[in-house]
């Protein structure tokens, strides 16, 4: 599968941003999605994640009550950014899995480009 991430801009601290991430290929529905970002100078952490089904997800405590993941029977996955902080500033990146295991330490398989989120102060 080939992942295509999007939506990333400049926003002031407390606003919001959507990014999406769209799939290739048909086997869209066997793959368990997820949010990762990097920041300048520190390694990559997990965002949030979402089931196969969509009826399960899980957030990094960092994100948790803020972000919003969700995906849609088009090959498309989001994830919405509210309340925004300047520590939320990244280079994110959507990720696909097939592991059986939905958590912060499952193991992903594909990904895509990066998209820069920028949170001003």
């Known amino acids: 599968v080939q992942l295509q991430a999007s939506g990333g801009g400049l926003v002031q601290a407390g606003g919001s941003l959507r990014l999406s991430c769209a799939a290739s290929g048909r086997t869209f529905m066997r793959y368990i999605m997820g949010w990762f970002r990097q920041a300048p100078g520190k390694e990559r952490e997990f965002v949030a994640a979402i089931s196969r089904s969509g009826g399960s997800t899980y957030y990094a405590d960092s994100v948790k009550g803020r972000f919003t993941i969700s995906r849609d029977n088009a090959k498309n996955t989001y994830l919405q950014m509210n309340s925004l902080k300047p520590e939320d500033t990244a280079v994110y990146y959507c990720?696909?899995?097939?592991?059986?295991?939905?958590?912060?330490?499952?193991?992903?398989?594909?990904w895509g480009q990066g998209t820069q989120v920028t949170v001003s102060s």
């Open positions: 990720a696909a899995s097939t592991a059986t295991y939905l958590g912060r330490d499952t193991v992903y398989d594909f």
